[in-house]
Structures are given as structure tokens and as C-alpha cells.
């Protein structure tokens, strides 16, 4: 089971710190994604990490801007966003899965376990 915490409302160029953290699961195993859904839009990929590839991916639109990282001792992912922009503005999902090949680690479909959603809410 994932849970996603942390977002709420900010300023564009503020800064916010989602969580994701697991039970039942052990993350140094698993890739774990961030992916964000805006209103009428379709879901899509933000960040993932994966030890076992040794690799961490962002979509362009935020490279420079968010960092994804993990603490194995706390089974948690962080992404933390700096500089927010109003189009940041969307629900935040975290995702697992055990067996992603580096090439998939973008696609929603490739992963088994996601998290319930946290808002974040950007005002210009």
C-alpha cells in the first residue's frame, strides 16, 4: 500500500514536498514513480527512481525544478518541487512496481501499486 502526502497550495515559485510511503512493500526493490493528472487531462509522468537500475528520470518540463529521492530506513520516496509553476497544478500520484525495464519506467501501465493522490494547487 502507498501513501502520497504533502501537497496543498503555494505560490508559483514556492516550493512543495510530496511523500510517498509504503507498507507492505520494501521501495530499494521497487521503481517508484510520481505521475500527475491535471484536470481533463490524461495522467502523466513526472519523476521515478530506481536503485536496482541506478537511474532517476524527470520529464522535461520539470528537469532542473524537481528532485526525486528516497530514504530506504523511512520505505518513503520524496519529490520535492521547487519553483512551481501554475501548471504544476494537478493530483500527484505515487507508483511502485518490482519488475519495470528502464525503457517502461514512464509509462503508467508499468506499474502494479499506486497511491491515493495528493492535490497540489499552484497560484499565479
Known amino acids: 500500500q502507498l501513501q502520497a502526502s504533502g501537497g496543498g497550495l503555494m505560490q508559483a515559485g514556492g516550493s512543495l514536498r510530496l511523500s510517498c510511503a509504503a507498507s507492505?512493500?520494501?521501495?530499494?526493490?521497487?521503481?517508484v514513480g510520481w505521475f500527475r493528472q491535471a484536470p481533463g487531462k490524461e495522467r502523466e509522468f513526472v519523476a521515478a527512481?530506481?536503485?536496482?537500475?541506478?537511474?532517476?528520470r524527470y520529464t522535461d518540463s520539470v528537469k532542473g525544478r524537481f528532485t526525486i529521492s528516497g530514504d530506504n530506513a523511512k520505505n518513503t520516496v520524496y519529490l520535492q518541487m521547487n519553483s512551481l509553476k501554475p501548471e504544476d497544478t494537478a493530483v500527484y500520484y505515487c507508483?511502485?512496481?518490482?519488475?519495470?525495464?528502464?525503457?517502461?519506467?514512464?509509462?503508467?501501465?508499468?506499474?502494479?501499486?499506486w497511491g491515493q493522490g495528493t492535490l497540489v494547487t499552484v497560484s499565479s
Open positions: 507492505g512493500i520494501t521501495f530499494s526493490s521497487y521503481v
Open positions: 507508483a511502485a512496481d518490482r519488475g519495470i525495464i528502464a525503457s517502461m519506467i514512464r509509462f503508467p501501465t508499468s506499474y502494479e501499486y
Open positions: 527512481i530506481s536503485r536496482r537500475h541506478g537511474i532517476a
